[in-house]
């Protein structure tokens, strides 16, 4: 009997773990966070789309155009309504009735895949370097993608601004554009 020990800590000497699980104890299989079960599903699909292609393209031959495709494949079971410079709803955050334009993938959707996939292929031997996920096409794809869904919804962007925690700063402080944490001795 085989175990697989990838990915798991190497079972030390005098290790309160046994190597061969007895019959009353038998190993659990060790549960996936939302986070990887979503990566891994998000990468399978991604292996799936590029095997789908006509001539079928090896995650190797795999560069920043396949992926770029991918995205635009996804809109089509995209949820999020993006209307067109011309409709009449254009740069109304609520409106008032329906119309024909498209339903397409959210931007913060994208962006999360994104991210899922570029650590993805790391995890499964890529190179940072020769990374498709992190190419700066990509980036500008998703900058695009960011400002016309913002348009079309009449909600410009605004990237949060980090705050310092409060809870750190001196109370009733004179400078008050110090931030630095009080150290208790």
């Not at 020990?5 to 190597?19: C, H, L, T």
């Not at 292996?47 to 090896?58: A, D, H, I, K, T």
């Not at 334009?101 to 895949?113: F, R, T, V």
Request: include cysteine; hydrophobic fraction near 25%.
């Amino acid at each position: 009997m085989s175990m697989d020990n990838r990915g798991k800590e190497p079972i030390q000497e005098g290790s309160s773990r046994s190597a061969v699980p007895s019959g009353d104890h038998l190993p659990q299989p060790t549960q996936l966070s939302r986070y990887e079960s979503q990566k891994r599903r998000d990468w399978n699909t991604f292996g799936q789309y590029l095997s789908n292609q006509r001539p079928p393209v090896g995650i190797s031959q795999c560069n920043s155009t396949h992926v770029l495709e991918f995205l635009r494949y996804l809109d089509q079971f995209g949820k999020t309504k993006v209307h067109f410079n011309g409709c009449v709803y254009f740069g109304q955050p609520e409106p008032p009735g329906p119309c024909t334009c498209p339903l397409k993938q959210a931007w913060g959707s994208l962006d999360a895949l994104i991210g899922r996939l570029r650590a993805a292929y790391e995890e499964n031997g890529g190179l940072p370097e020769t990374n498709p996920f992190a190419s700066s096409s990509i980036r500008v794809y998703l900058r695009e993608v960011r400002d016309s869904q913002a348009k079309a919804r009449g909600i410009p962007y605004k990237k949060k601004k980090k705050r310092p925690n409060r809870s750190l700063m001196k109370p009733n402080s004179s400078n008050t554009s110090s931030s630095i944490p009080l150290h208790q001795s």
